[in-house]
Nanobody
Framework: QVQLVESGGGLVQAGGSLRLSCAASGRTFGVSIMGWFRQAPGKEREFVAAVTWTGGITDYADFVKGRFTISRDNAKRTVYLQMNSLKPDDTAVYYC???????????????????WGQGTQVTVSS
C-alpha cells in the first residue's frame, strides 16, 4: 500500500502560480504512474497530468497544457505539479494518485489508480 500526502494548495489571484507537492510513502516500488486529478464542486473528478515513476514520461489534459508542469523526485519520493497562469476555472480540490504496475486501462481514468491522497484545495480568484 502507498500513502500519499498532498500540500501546497491555497488562494491565489488569476494569473498567479502555485506548486503542489505529493509525498509518497510505503510500498512506492509498486508504483508505475503518478497522477494529478481535480474535482470542482458539482463536477466529476478529472485528469490533470501524469508522470511515469521511472523514465519521467509525462502527459497532460488539454486544458492545462502549456500552463502546468508535472515532475517527480524519486529520491524524495515526491511528485510536483507546478501551476502557472492560473484561472478561476482551475479552482478545485487537487488529488494525487498512484497506479500499480499490474493495472491496465487508460491512465487518465481515475478508476485505474490504486492509492489516493486526501486532496488539497486550490482557489483562484478573479
Amino acid at each position: 500500500q502507498v500513502q500519499l500526502v498532498e500540500s501546497g494548495g491555497g488562494l491565489v489571484q488569476a494569473g498567479g502560480s502555485l506548486r503542489l507537492s505529493c509525498a509518497a510513502s510505503g510500498r512506492t516500488f509498486g508504483v508505475s504512474i503518478m497522477g494529478w486529478f481535480r474535482q470542482a464542486p458539482g463536477k466529476e473528478r478529472e485528469f490533470v497530468a501524469a508522470v511515469t515513476w521511472t523514465g519521467g514520461i509525462t502527459d497532460y489534459a488539454d486544458f492545462v497544457k502549456g500552463r502546468f508542469t508535472i515532475s517527480r523526485d524519486n529520491a524524495k519520493r515526491t511528485v510536483y505539479l507546478q501551476m502557472n497562469s492560473l484561472k478561476p476555472d482551475d479552482t478545485a480540490v487537487y488529488y494525487c494518485a498512484a497506479r500499480a504496475p499490474y493495472r491496465t486501462g487508460i491512465y487518465y481514468q481515475s478508476s485505474n489508480y490504486d492509492s489516493w491522497g486526501q486532496g488539497t484545495q486550490v482557489t483562484v480568484s478573479s
